[in-house]
């Protein structure tokens, strides 16, 4: 039977672990992530879920744990923060070249210093290039169910990449609301046990992620940006098959709100997706055209559906909760990309908010539309990134 | 799999990463890295066994005397059994180019 609890956002995270009937957790605690371990090490203590809890030394070594167990041919999940995903990112690169689909919650946390606990996007969006599949949660039902497809998906003989599933600190890690936890039976039908292309095994010795010289190493790099693609063909199939079954859905690659005859968009990610809902309606009330795209996946990066979302527009506001110090926001460079070529292409302009936990509300939202709508109609962005509510 | 042997000829009879199965010479003989190598002077060797125990790469395995003998199809030539060596039996010889 379904259920409904009201629980924070980390322990939902746990009990997806235990819905996927995950076999291997290696985890260092870290804040804002840790009760999503505890919660783990509790249910595998009472034994009302059949893994085994491996206590590691650091984050480094909670990785490579999970690669062993991957690689042993298992289900395995992790969860990390900040500088625990950082002090991981070696290792990172090791299990998406080992091609294993080991699903981390990463519980956003800005990057120090300043020491810092409260969530922006500095700690997964500095991961971007190492071959993780990167999804990034509005609210706690999604980050239940993505973690159930982030397993269907990364263990799909197409994909077999590992994938992050982030939502950010304390605005949902740590906030009770209500989710629906379905049904174990249909769960175990949605997602069926792992089944391993390879697997170590002392009677069949082999060996993974050994040296591989310069006539084949770019070969597998490119196997990797294959895998990408068809991942990012599967994330809607997969999004619609939940829900089919269960009845949520997060809008496959990108969602999308009010979008419609819309002249300006604003795209973002994470629960500043879900507030700026708030912020549409308010300036639709208004009479102004605009819309709202949540990029739900930062990689693979959704560029042709940002290319058609973006035909008709006048104008893309893009909110960032990160810099790439020296440039601007990932998302802004991204569309920016994505668009490059595109007829009568739409102004872009950047902003930057929310940084190291910073409130961002649907008012603060309004506001960057407001002067995003009043620059569409001069046909002219006065400032290509601004960084919002800076104290002068 | 065989990489650098021609056994794969593009990437679609590749596996999905890197695999590989123990075999000699996997990835080619590597000993053709070798820039000088150790040669046993057996007149001198006591058969300690110091040889063996050291080398790193497990290049030197023991007859059925107890004659250590070494493989140049993968002896990198590190030089570290000929340092060992408490008789002075093992000579580094600079490989011809």
Known sequence: MARVVIEMGNYIASYAAKAARVKVVAAYPITPQTQIVERIAELVERGEMDAEYVCVESEHSAMVACIAAAALGVRTFTATSAHGLTLMHEALHWAAGSRLPIVMAVVNRAMGPGWNIWPDFSDSLSQRDTGWIQFYCADSQEIFDTIIQAYKLCEDKRVLLPAMVCFEGFVLSHTSMPVTIPDQGDIDEFLPPYDPGWTLDVDNPLSHATITPPEWYMEFRYLIQEAMENAKRLIPIVDEEYRRMFGFKHGGLIERYRCEDADLILMTMGVMGSEAKLAVDRLRNDGLNVGLARVRVFRPFPKEEIKGLAEGVRMIATVDRHTSFGMEGFLATEVKASLYGSKNPPLIAGFIAGLGGRDVTFHDIESMMRKAWDWMEEGKVEKEVEWVNLRW | ?97
């Open chain 2, 1 to 97: 799999m065989g990489l650098g042997r021609g056994a794969s000829r593009g990437l679609r009879d590749l596996p999905p990463t890197i695999l590989s199965s123990p075999k000699v010479g996997s990835v080619g003989r590597t000993g053709s890295w070798r820039l000088s190598r150790p040669v046993i002077n057996y007149d001198r060797c006591t058969k300690c066994l110091l040889c063996w125990i050291y080398c790193p790469e497990g290049c030197i395995s023991r007859a059925e005397d107890e004659k250590p003998i070494i493989d140049y199809d993968y002896c990198k030539g590190c030089g570290i059994c000929a340092k060992e060596c408490p008789m002075d039996s093992i000579l580094m010889e600079m490989e011809e180019v």
